[in-house]
């Protein structure tokens, strides 16, 4: 399985970034999409997730500044990420579960929100 990240990286404090990640290597597809981040020295925390009926689970930091969104066709998924705070920077991990319920991650991309 290839899962590709792209679209982090600088932005200013209440600006906006859109994520994408695709993945590969499946003739299924996957059931679950989504978005995990990561700061030095924590865990992963989820920030968003979608399953292939379009059901979405968010982090409650979130507070409705993200959207995530997915082709379930081409195996892609956004994240639509407004509103950004400092506290928001991390190392963004796109996440795919495949219908025998393996996981499989991205390499991440960086996003910083700094003035």
């Known amino acids: 399985v290839h899962v590709v990240e792209s679209g982090g990286g600088l932005v200013q404090p209440g600006g906006s970034l859109n994520l994408s990640c695709a993945a590969s290597?499946?003739?299924?597809?996957?059931?679950?999409m989504g978005w995990y981040r990561q700061t030095p020295g924590d865990q992963r925390t989820m920030v968003a997730t979608?399953?292939?009926?379009?059901?979405?689970k968010y982090g409650e930091f979130i507070e409705g500044r993200f959207t995530i969104s997915r082709d379930t066709a081409e195996n892609t998924v956004n994240l639509q990420m407004n509103s950004l705070k400092p506290e928001d920077t991390a190392v963004y991990f796109c996440w795919v579960v495949d219908w025998n319920e393996d996981p499989h991650w991205g390499q991440g991309t960086q996003v910083t929100v700094s003035s």
């Open positions: 979608m399953t292939a009926q379009g059901v979405t």
């Open positions: 290597g499946k003739p299924n597809g996957f059931y679950l």
